[in-house]
């Protein structure tokens, strides 16, 4: 598992370990690990050209620490110091000694024959580099790049260089994983000691390029619990229900459908098709689409006489295309049993309801259903997706799946929210909800708890689209069909 710490929490770290260790030493592990980051990227070090764009703070310090490492094998190494008199001063010592230069307006503050000045020597050196090194502002930053720095930026992502963040791409928020303004986009972030929620999170996670975590020796300092949880292979392969020799059909669980009408009877089918691939021993189906369902899907238990005569099941799933059924939603939500609420669902189910529930909730809206539930934009969640999959989780008392390109899963009583990133840009088709939908209520109704039901299934689903596309648009029963697949790579990690 991959877990990510608040910048208050990283701090409060690294002061303890630094207390320990001679002065300086953590910010040398750290350029180190960063040096060799970039000396892999770079391929060939000596002869290559080193641009560094260091700020006031500690990541600069880094930046230059480690160009002085690159310049001693070879590199030509300039920076270009953004605020000159706040320079880490032994870092620019060290880069100095070592042969790097400094250009910009900085030059006249170090001297030196090789220095040069002017903002067209800036420009020139990032255009003509091989490697340019964010270390413009660390994971305190709030808000945008300024002007200064955002210029550097722009010309940064003009150049044919690679770009390498310092712990964070510069004009992110490392907290949130929101971008209010211009910030650096990177294609390799170094983050150093554990990963930043920032990275974890879109739009951010954009900005990061590939991450890649030094480790400095903080894992002894940080609390179990994180901010951010990302499962990987391993850990989702525990989760996964296994049947045992004395297992039968309703002891692995059953899990209701109630989903579909005559004007969506598809988005029933695609539900079905994810639940029969979840792990459930059995599907029932109530609503209006039961012939589509009986002839796609002949195993499924059909019934028309609504949830509280389908029979016994351990969990429900409710509402993709539902229409207008409101009356279905809310016999579903007294439910006592575990309930996911999807699609038109959400719309219609009433949110005292939903807190008053004593089972399990599990809401699965995209974007635009989140922001309509919490009367703001749709841009407004997408621009601040940690914020407000915990706003919702908390106002619902319910546990949360927000979906999008990054998948954030928040449970109702706080702590750590998960991320899943496994899926593919080719999942963003019609009806691939509706099989995450009856995937993760198949995993509810074996027994997985909400939090553990949404996180497997968004990764399950992620890999499948991924399986599923291969490079190509796909459908999603395509998705289904690839669930499967994603199940035995899993199971196969955990072994």
């Known amino acids: 598992m991959r877990t990510a710490y608040s910048v208050e929490t990283v701090r409060t770290a690294e002061r303890a370990l630094m207390a320990r260790l001679?002065?300086?030493?953590?910010?040398?592990?750290?350029?180190?690990?960063?040096?060799?980051?970039?000396?892999?990227?770079?391929?060939?070090?000596?002869?290559?050209?080193?641009?560094?764009?260091?700020?006031?703070?500690?990541?600069?310090?880094?930046?230059?620490?480690?160009?002085?490492?690159?310049?001693?094998?070879?590199?030509?190494?300039?920076?270009?110091l953004l605020a000159p008199e706040r320079a880490h001063a032994a870092g620019l010592a060290a880069l100095l000694r070592a042969g790097g230069r400094v250009v910009g307006a900085g030059a006249d503050t170090v001297g030196g024959a090789a220095a040069a000045a002017g903002v067209g020597a800036v420009e020139e050196a990032i255009l003509r580099a091989d490697l340019v090194v964010d270390g413009i502002v660390g994971i305190g930053g709030k808000g945008g790049l300024r002007p200064d720095a955002a210029q550097l930026a722009a010309c940064a992502a003009e150049s044919r260089a690679a770009v390498v963040a310092v712990d964070l791409p510069s004009g992110v928020d490392a907290d949130t994983g929101e971008v209010h303004g211009d910030a650096v986009r990177a294609d390799l972030t170094v983050t150093f000691g554990t990963h930043k929620p920032g990275l974890l999170i879109d739009p951010a996670r954009a900005y990061a390029g590939s991450v890649r975590l030094v480790d400095i020796g903080l894992d002894g300092e940080l609390p179990?619990?994180?901010?951010?949880?990302?499962?990987?292979?391993?850990?989702?392969?525990?989760?996964?229900?296994?049947?045992?020799?004395?297992?039968?059909?309703?002891?692995?669980?059953?899990?209701?459908?109630?989903?579909?009408?005559?004007?969506?009877?598809?988005?029933?089918?695609?539900?079905?098709?994810?639940?029969?691939?979840?792990?459930?021993?059995?599907?029932?189906?109530?609503?209006?689409?039961?012939?589509?369902?009986?002839?796609?899907f002949p195993e499924t238990l059909v019934s028309d006489r609504g949830?509280?005569?389908?029979?016994?099941?351990?969990?429900?799933?409710?509402?993709?295309?539902?229409?207008?059924?409101?009356?279905?939603?809310?016999?579903?939500?007294?439910?006592?049993?575990?309930?996911?609420?999807?699609?038109?669902?959400?719309?219609?189910?009433?949110?005292?309801?939903?807190?008053?529930?004593?089972?399990?909730?599990?809401?699965?809206?995209?974007?635009?259903?989140?922001?309509?539930?919490?009367?703001?934009?749709?841009?407004?969640?997408?621009?601040?997706?940690?914020?407000?999959?915990?706003?919702?989780?908390?106002?619902?008392?319910?546990?949360?799946?927000?979906?999008?390109?990054?998948?954030?899963?928040?449970?109702?009583?706080?702590?750590?929210?998960r991320v899943n990133a496994t899926g593919t840009p080719w999942l963003a088709t019609a009806g691939s909800g509706d099989v995450l939908s009856g995937l993760a209520g198949s995993l509810l109704a074996s027994g997985l708890s909400a939090l553990d039901a949404g996180s497997a299934a968004a990764y399950l689903h992620g890999l499948a689209g991924r399986y599923a596309a291969d490079g190509a648009p796909a459908g999603a029963h395509d998705v289904a069909a690839a669930i499967p697949e994603a199940w035995r790579d899993v199971r196969d990690a955990g072994h």
């Not at 939903?354 to 539930?373: D, K, S």
């Open 307 to 417: 949830p509280k005569h389908a029979g016994r099941v351990q969990a429900w799933v409710v509402g993709p295309g539902a229409g207008d059924d409101a009356s279905t939603v809310a016999e579903v939500l007294a439910c006592d049993v575990p309930v996911l609420v999807d699609a038109d669902g959400l719309r219609l189910a009433d949110r005292d309801a939903v807190r008053a529930r004593t089972a399990p909730t599990l809401m699965t809206p995209h974007a635009g259903e989140a922001a309509a539930l919490l009367g703001v934009s749709r841009e407004t969640v997408e621009g601040a997706r940690l914020t407000w999959v915990r706003e919702l989780a908390s106002r619902y008392g319910a546990t949360v799946l927000l979906k999008g390109s990054t998948t954030l899963i928040a449970d109702a009583r706080g702590g750590a929210v």
């Open 224 to 296: 179990d619990e994180a901010a951010l949880e990302a499962l990987q292979h391993a850990d989702v392969a525990r989760l996964l229900p296994v049947p045992g020799a004395e297992s039968d059909k309703y002891r692995r669980g059953v899990v209701g459908i109630a989903a579909g009408s005559a004007r969506y009877p598809g988005a029933a089918v695609l539900a079905v098709s994810g639940a029969l691939r979840g792990g459930a021993g059995a599907v029932r189906y109530v609503g209006p689409a039961g012939d589509a369902v009986i002839s796609r």
């Open 22 to 80: 001679p002065e300086g030493a953590l910010m040398q592990r750290a350029a180190a690990g960063l040096a060799a980051a970039c000396a892999g990227l770079l391929g060939r070090v000596y002869g290559s050209r080193v641009v560094l764009l260091v700020g006031s703070g500690d990541n600069g310090g880094d930046a230059l620490y480690a160009g002085a490492r690159l310049a001693r094998r070879g590199a030509g190494v300039a920076a270009v």
